[in-house]
């Protein structure tokens, strides 16, 4: 059985070292990030069970990582801050963190927290779970999608897109929801482009793309994901 992947996300170099080699010992493959930004591509690389994310981090703060992570996955998510206010953590929760530590905080601790809040999470919100929606398969952590059984030769991006979709059947996404939660990029760096990359994965997954049955328009908001086969 395949060892759970903790995503470890803080710019303190000495602080991940020392949950990496915790969360090692107790039998974890652990993968890091130092920023906001990488955080969000490490979300689709390396496909982790669990998050433990700072919230002071450069680029983009973790509270704000938190939001784009849970509006593409229920993925658990701990928070950990030097901040000691109420308000503080409770911003982090509000935003859909399962847990909170403050630094603070002993190594020993945070792996009882990831021990927990990962006996709670059900197996289908790991982002490395295989989707599948009718005849479209999508494993994420082998980064291969299948119709019908044959292969689709997608982009990372048409791919991140998809996964996005198919995480959410049936929800409305505005272009921005797309932007952030398939890209991890700025909503204004990716307004032209959502459409094209929307109409170029119809080719790939429509039976005839002219009159789309899987990814649908949603006037006046942007796109849903139908699920099953039409």
Do not use: W
Request: net charge neutral; glycine share 6%; hydrophobic share 45%.
């Amino acid at each position: 059985m395949a060892r759970p992947r903790i995503l470890v996300v803080d710019d303190e170099k000495k602080t991940v070292e020392s949950i990496r080699l915790y969360l090692e010992h107790a039998g974890y493959e652990v993968a890091v990030a130092y920023n906001g930004t990488q955080a969000l591509e490490e979300m689709t690389v390396a496909a982790p069970d669990l998050v433990v994310l700072d919230v002071m981090l450069p680029r983009m703060d973790g509270l704000e990582v938190c939001r784009r992570i849970r509006a593409a996955s229920r993925v658990p998510i701990i928070m950990v801050t030097a901040r000691v206010a109420e308000e503080d953590r409770l911003a982090g929760l509000d935003l859909g963190a399962d847990d909170y530590v403050t630094k603070p905080f002993s190594p020993r601790e945070l792996v009882a927290r990831v021990r927990a809040v990962l006996r709670r999470a059900p197996p289908s919100d790991s982002p490395g779970a295989v989707l599948e929606h009718g005849a479209l398969r999508l494993d994420p952590a082998a980064h291969a999608a299948t119709l019908g059984g044959r292969a689709l030769d997608l982009t990372p991006r048409e791919f991140r897109l998809l996964e996005a979709f198919m995480r959410h059947p049936g929800r409305a996404f505005t272009r921005q929801d797309l932007a952030r939660a398939a890209f991890g990029e700025s909503f204004e760096a990716l307004d032209r482009t959502v459409d094209v990359h929307v109409a170029h994965l119809r080719r790939k997954i429509e039976d005839d793309p002219a009159a789309p049955r899987r990814v649908v328009t949603v006037f006046g908001v942007g796109y849903r994901f139908e699920g099953a086969d039409a």
